[in-house]
């Protein structure tokens, strides 16, 4: 079954450390997105990716970095840069299309301890 | 201009209520809305999706409205039952763009 792979489900980050979240898709889209939830919250955008090897900074990327080598795999480095990390991560994939919407992962919680 | 303003932030009804959700935007050059339910601990999923050249369209349970002169857009569930607490975010994304632009969700719970 086709789908996008987050993982790990839990992650925890020490002050000061780098962490790296991994999102993988076998779906063949072309366009690649990572949102942030805080409890209660909506879904604000990091980063998105619509071709390899080119990405461009959503509403909230100061302290995240992210990187699309390849077309299948988008991971997301949360820097120590980042002050207040801990959230719910989610990737989404997209294609063009006039009635293609997203297909989300199920997520990575972060905490810090 | 690419705002989606959700509305209410939370709602309770009991089971076999019918709880609606609205958005309002702006932008015209939106031409697909979709909405998305999120079980808690899990990434959201395509419920049902709407073209502004349609009114309404129904799958099931789950019925879009859509006033295309007014900028608005509902989601309205029909006899709702307990496994339908979650929340829902509307989206809304011009034809030109593939991002989508969400609004900030609304935790539904229905009372059993």
Not at chain 1, 64 to 81: D, G, M
Request: with cysteine; glycine share 8%; aromatic share 12%.
């Amino acid at each position: 079954d086709g789908g996008i792979t987050q993982s790990p489900k839990y992650l925890f980050r020490k002050e000061g450390q780098n962490v790296t979240l991994s999102c993988e898709q076998n779906l063949n889209h072309d366009a690649m997105y990572w949102y942030r939830q805080d409890p209660g919250q909506g879904l604000r955008l990091i980063y998105y990716s619509q071709i390899v090897n080119d990405f461009q900074k959503g509403d909230i990327a100061e302290g995240y970095s992210v990187s699309r080598e390849k077309k299948e795999s988008f991971p997301l480095t949360v820097t120590s840069a980042q002050k207040n990390p801990t959230a719910f991560y989610l990737c989404a994939s997209s294609t063009p299309g006039r009635s293609y919407g997203y297909t989300f992962g199920s997520g990575t919680r972060l905490t810090v301890v | 201009q690419q705002q989606v303003k959700q509305s209410p932030q939370s709602l309770i009804v009991q089971k076999g209520g019918i709880p609606i959700i609205n958005c309002a935007y702006e932008n015209t050059a939106f031409d697909y809305f979709p909405w998305y339910q999120q079980f808690p601990g899990k990434g959201p999923a395509l419920l049902i999706a709407i073209r502004p050249d349609v009114s309404e369209k129904k799958e099931g349970r789950f019925t879009i409205s859509f006033n295309k002169s007014a900028k608005q857009f509902s989601l309205h569930i029909m006899d709702s039952q307990p496994g339908d607490s979650a929340t829902y975010f509307c989206a809304a994304r011009a034809g030109s763009a593939r991002q989508l632009t969400f609004g900030s969700g609304t935790q539904l719970t229905v009372l059993p």
